[in-house]
Each structure stands twice: as C-alpha cells, then as structure tokens.
C-alpha cells in the first residue's frame, strides 16, 4: 500500500482524516506528519528513505529493538490457533496463563498474581480501582485519597490523567478527579540545589509524609510514582528517595505503588525500577516493554498483601476489560520477556551499554550547552542552559529544547525534548558501536542548537 502512495498523498490523508495523540491538529495539518514506514534493529526509515537512529525506542517501548522475528512468529501463530478469547465467563487461554506465571518469575517475590489490561492507562484506572476496592474489603472505604507527584505522567485516561501531575493535562476536561492529590517531584535542580542530592532526596520524600499527615493517615489509600519520571523529563531521584519514601508509606499503612510502565523490562539495568531503587512495592504497573510496544497490552501486578485481600475476602471484583489477557498480546509478550532473558539484556544493560552511556554523558557534560548530563541505565537526560556555572536557563520564549529537536530531526536522530531537557531511552539491544554513533549525532545536534544560539543573541 505504501509503495503506491507518495508521501505528499499520505499527508493529506493524515491531514484530513487522523487525529493524533498529544499533537496541534492545525499546526500538523499545516506541517504534514513524517511517515515511518519500516525499521530495524535501532533503525527507522521514513517514507522519503532516510535512516533514523531512534533514540526514543519507540515512545519507551521497543526495549527488544525492531525486527525479531520471535515475536512477529509468536503474534501469528496465535493468530491462527485462537485470535480472541475473553477471560471473563471463567475461561482462560494458554498464553494469558502462562504470561501470568512467568510474570510471577521475573518480578520481585511479593507479585505472585497480575491483572491484564490493554495500555499503562488501564493499568493505573485499574490501580485507582483496586487499591480502593482493597480499602474497602478491610472495612476501611475512607481511604480514598491517593498521592501522586506533579510532572508524573500515569496516562491519558480520566484517572491516568489525574493521576499524572502534567497541568495541561489538567486543564483541559475538569482534572483530576475527585481524591486524588499531588506533592512536588524530585527534582534536585528545580527544588533541591541548595542542598545536596542525598539531603534533597530525603526532604523531597517528607513531602510525602506532610502531605499525609495535613490529608489524615487514615484518609490515605496510596501513593504512586515512577521509579524514574519518564515523560516528565527523565528526572532520576536522589538514591535516598524511594526508601525514605518506602519508610513513610510504611509507617503509615499506605500502599505504595510503582508505575513501572517505563521502567520495567531493563529499561534501569535491572527488571524493575523499583529494585534498581531498593523499594518493595504493593502494586506495580506495567505496559509498553511487556511486548517491546510490538502488541498492545499492559497490567498491573499485585503483591500478597491486596491479592490475599482481595482473593479471601472480596468477592467479585467488578473490574475488567474486553482485552484483559488478550491471547495474541500474551503470546507476543512471552516471546519478548523470554528474548529478554535468552539474550541477557538486563545484564546487557547493567553491566555493559548503561554504564557505557553514563561515561558518553559525562562527556556531554562538558559541552557549553549542558547544565546536568545524567542517567539510569539506558535512560538518559540533558538539561540545556544559558549558563552552565549557574544553571541559568533560556528564555522560555525561545524553546530551546525544541531547536535542538528539529536538528535531531533533520540529522537523523530521534531524541525527544521535554522543556529544556533533552531525553533519550534507546533500545536495549544498542552496542557500544551503535551508543558511539549516537552520541556523535548528539553532539553535531548540541553544536548546531549552539550555532543558532549564539547567531540569535539568545545566550
Ligand atoms: C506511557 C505511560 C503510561 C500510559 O501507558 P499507555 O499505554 O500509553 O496508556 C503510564 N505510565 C507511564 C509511566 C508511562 O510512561
């Protein structure tokens, strides 16, 4: 199909008829969509044929990389024993069992059950649903309120939404919904730079603890976070963070749920991001990496404490979707995860290409234009400045962080810019080859944003 129609005519049609996710639908129509028409490896083409490295893993997803064939074999061998099964009139399928045994194997001891949905999304509706239906069984229904961080991102649905801390997001359709709050992030150059990060790490988590408190302990349900904030613009927490965060929650009989939708699957160095930061949660949500994005699905794992509840004493659980456990989903994400373990990719990572980056960043970090270069396994961070001594930023109105994303754009490098930070989660399939050639893109996409900077009078 592609092959007979030309990009200009594919535009049109974009233009006319597509509404994109998270996109100016005018300023789209106006511009024309770039349009991705194959991949390999670390690799997209475009419809014009140019190479792209994607430095993005999709939208933080394709953790395998494009092209293996394991999963594209699995996807339709599934399509041809059973396409669709439900799971809800007490059946199951094999792939959904056995996707839910081995989930229980690469996930830390306490998840020993997991509920399947369709997207990260419906996995943290399914957490607001499910820590609330815990409280309840336990006699306890005040517990409503849910804690979450601004600049989160937990999806696009009315309570993913409103769990994110993203205020545009808020702004538009009456969010978040009733009962859920946020507390400020963790994020040291913003609120923590007269202090150290280990100090910071420590007071950003007591945020949590005063806003319980001023809330009512006994009002509380939950609390949620990314290991490491991916959308908000990696923001990587102090190491002192997440247990000081795992004290209070403790302390108070609060559960405490990790949205590893970004972070699980290797993406830290580790299977997930919560052992990467030495916390134990209740609940954790997964999606994109599950299936390295090639199929839809995600879920939420569920640790001992709410499954005994909710298994002894709850009854029905009135929750679930159309997809949950999806056979073709379940078979793609159990050719995935064990590709994960057959080619050692969290070691990979931990061992090898994460720090491999990490020694590549500092060397950016020594670029005019860097303030802080920083990473957590193959995630990774650039903050760009006016002045690197002081961490003075640009002028908002001159979007820095967006010039230099139309340099990664027209060099064939996928990096995406959050504000002023510019952010990368390549495949974890990348060699030290292939993060050389990216980082040298990098740096021709830094100095041209330099050039432009300096010719523009806006340094
Ligand atoms: C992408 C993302 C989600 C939402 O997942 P969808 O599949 O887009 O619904 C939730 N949480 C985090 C941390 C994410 O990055």
Redesign the pocket.
């Known amino acids: 199909m592609n092959a007979t129609r030309s990009t200009q005519d594919l535009q049109a049609a974009d233009a006319a008829h597509f509404l994109h996710p998270f996109t100016d639908f005018q300023g789209l129509a106006r511009k024309g969509s770039r349009i991705i028409t194959r991949a390999d490896n670390i690799y997209l083409w475009d419809s014009e044929g140019h190479q792209i490295l994607d430095a993005m893993s999709g939208?933080?997803c394709v953790n395998v990389g494009y092209g293996q064939q394991a999963l594209v074999d699995a996807a339709a061998r599934q399509m041809q024993q059973l396409p669709f099964y439900n799971a809800f009139f007490q059946t199951a399928t094999p792939p959904a069992i056995e996707l839910a045994e081995l989930l229980s194997q690469v996930t830390p001891p306490q998840f020993q059950h997991v509920f399947f949905t369709g997207?990260?999304?419906?996995?943290?509706d399914t957490v607001v649903r499910m820590v609330r239906r815990y409280w309840q069984v336990l006699g306890q229904p005040q517990r409503q309120v849910i804690i979450s961080r601004h600049n989160?991102?937990?999806?696009?649905?009315m309570a993913?939404a409103s769990l994110?801390g993203m205020s545009g997001m808020h702004e538009q359709g009456g969010l978040p919904i009733p009962n859920i709050v946020h507390i400020d992030q963790p994020y040291w150059v913003q609120h923590g730079r007269q202090m150290t990060p280990a100090e910071f790490g420590i007071v950003a988590a007591r945020w949590l603890e005063e806003r319980i408190l001023a809330i009512g302990p006994d009002k509380v349900a939950a609390f949620i976070g990314?290991p490491v904030?991916?959308?908000g613009g990696v923001i990587i927490p102090p190491e002192t963070y997440w247990p000081e965060v795992q004290r209070i929650c403790d302390k108070y009989g609060i559960l405490l749920v990790s949205?590893?939708?970004?972070?699980g699957f290797g993406r830290t160095g580790h299977w997930f991001g919560c052992e990467r930061f030495g916390f134990r949660p209740d609940l954790m949500?997964f999606?994109?990496g599950v299936t390295s994005g090639y199929i839809?699905l995600?879920g939420v794992m569920v640790g001992e404490r709410v499954a005994r509840v909710l298994i002894d004493q709850g009854g029905e659980f009135e929750h679930g979707f159309t997809y949950s456990g999806h056979p073709v989903a379940c078979a793609v994400a159990l050719a995935n995860i064990r590709l994960i373990q057959q080619q050692r990719l969290v070691e990979h990572v931990h061992d090898d290409v994460g720090p491999y980056l990490a020694k590549a960043f500092e060397s950016l970090a020594e670029h005019a234009l860097v303030g802080t270069a920083e990473t957590c396994g193959l995630m990774g961070a650039l903050l760009l400045v006016k002045d690197k001594a002081t961490l003075t930023p640009f002028d908002p109105a001159v979007s820095i962080g967006m010039v230099c994303r139309g340099h990664c754009f027209a060099n064939g490098l996928i990096m995406r810019a959050v504000g002023d930070r510019m952010i990368i989660a390549p495949p974890l399939v990348i060699t030290r080859a292939q993060i050389d050639e990216m980082v040298a893109l990098i740096r021709r996409c830094l100095d041209l944003t330099l050039a432009d900077a300096r010719s523009a009078g806006w340094l």
């Not at 949205?259 to 972070?263: G, K, N, R, T």
């Open positions: 939208l933080w997207s990260g999304s419906e996995g943290n989160a991102y937990h999806g696009s649905t993913g994110g990314e904030q991916g959308a949205d590893e939708v970004i972070c949500t999606a994109k839809p995600g």
